[in-house]
C-alpha cells in the first residue's frame, strides 16, 4: 500500500512517474499559497487585538486585580505536578504596586513604594529588601535580571504590555471566541522558539486580560503556567503607604536568596531536566 500523500505504486518493479511528483508539489503550492492570505489576516488581528488591550491597560492610572495561579513541574521520574495559588495585585503608575501570593506552601506579601522592594515572607516571619528606584517596569527588569525571577503574568503590568509580551513571538493567530468566567473573550495564541502561550482577552470596550497561559516547549513533558483574573478594577485609588512595607515585631531581615518562600514550586521538589 502507499502512504498518504504519497505516488501509489502496484506490482512488482512499478515506478513512481514523474507527473505524480509535478502534481503533488503543484497542488502543496497552490494550498500555501491559498493560506497565506488567511494566516496573515488571523496574525493581524491577534496583534491589532493585543496592542488594543496594551493601550488600554496602559492608560490606566490605578488597577486593582485578584487572580488564581497553577504551575505544573515535570520530576525525574516524568511525574507532572500541579501547585496552584490565589493572590492580589494593587498598582499606581508610576512607581507604586503592592500584592499577595497564597498557596498551599507560602503565604508572602510584596511592596513597591518607588524606592524599595520588599518581599513579606509571612509564613517564616521574615522579610527581604532591595533599593529599586524607578518604575514598574523598571522593577520587572530588576527582578528578572538581578534576581533571576520571572513573575510568570509581570508583563501584563507593564505600561507597554504590546512590547512586553510579543518579545520573540513568531507566529501569532486569533483562534476566536471563548469564554472565561462567563464573559466574552477573544482568544490570542502566538509562539516564540522556546514558549507557546495563549491569552483570552475579554471583548469589547474594556479589553482586560482573563487568562493567560504559557507552555514551555524546552521542559520535558511541556509543563505549564496558568493565570486566570478573577476581578480587575480600574482607576482605583490606594493610599500611598499601603505601597510601603512596615515591619512587624519580631520579623527578622533576610537576603533574598534566603527567602525561597518567593517561588511558587515548594522547597524540596526535584524537577526533570531540560531538553
Known amino acids: 500500500m502507499g502512504t498518504r500523500g504519497s505516488p501509489v505504486t502496484t506490482g512488482p518493479g512499478a515506478k513512481c512517474r514523474p507527473c505524480c511528483w509535478i502534481a503533488a508539489i503543484g497542488m502543496a503550492v497552490a494550498v500555501a499559497l491559498t493560506a497565506t492570505p488567511a494566516a496573515r489576516a488571523q496574525e ?15 492608560s490606566q492610572k490605578g488597577v486593582a486585580m485578584t487572580f488564581d495561579s497553577n504551575i505544573e513541574v515535570m520530576t525525574v521520574d516524568l511525574q507532572k505536578i500541579q501547585f496552584a495559588s490565589s493572590g492580589s495585585v494593587v498598582l499606581s503608575r508610576p512607581n507604586r504596586l503592592h500584592g499577595t501570593r497564597t498557596g498551599g506552601y507560602h503565604d508572602i506579601a510584596f511592596f513597591f513604594d518607588g524606592k524599595t522592594f520588599t518581599v513579606h515572607d509571612r509564613d517564616n516571619g521574615a522579610y527581604a529588601q532591595s533599593p529599586a528606584p524607578g518604575s514598574i517596569d523598571d522593577l520587572v527588569g530588576k527582578l528578572r535580571d538581578e534576581f533571576s525571577i520571572e513573575a510568570p503574568g509581570a508583563d501584563l503590568l507593564l505600561s507597554n504590555t504590546y512590547d512586553g509580551l510579543i518579545g520573540t513571538a513568531i507566529d501569532a493567530k486569533h483562534i476566536g471566541q ?8 477573544e482568544h490570542l495564541a502566538f509562539r516564540t522558539p522556546e514558549v507557546d502561550w495563549q491569552i483570552w482577552i475579554e471583548s469589547g470596550a474594556r479589553p482586560i486580560p482573563r487568562k493567560y497561559v504559557i507552555t514551555s516547549k524546552t521542559v ?3 509543563p505549564q503556567y496558568t493565570l ?10 490606594v493610599a500611598a503607604d499601603a505601597f510601603t512595607f ?3 515585631a519580631g520579623v527578622k531581615r533576610v537576603e533574598f536568596k534566603e527567602l525561597a518562600a518567593f517561588d511558587e514550586v515548594p522547597e524540596g521538589v526535584v524537577m526533570g531536566e531540560a531538553q
Open 220 to 222: 520535558t513533558g511541556m
Open 246 to 248: 512596615k515591619p512587624p
Open 178 to 185: 471563548g469564554f472565561i468566567d462567563g464573559v466574552e473573550c
Open 44 to 58: 493581524d488581528a491577534a496583534r491589532k487585538i493585543l496592542k488594543a488591550m496594551s493601550d488600554y491597560i496602559g
Open 228 to 237: 486566570r483574573i478573577k476581578e480587575w478594577k480600574t482607576d482605583t485609588q
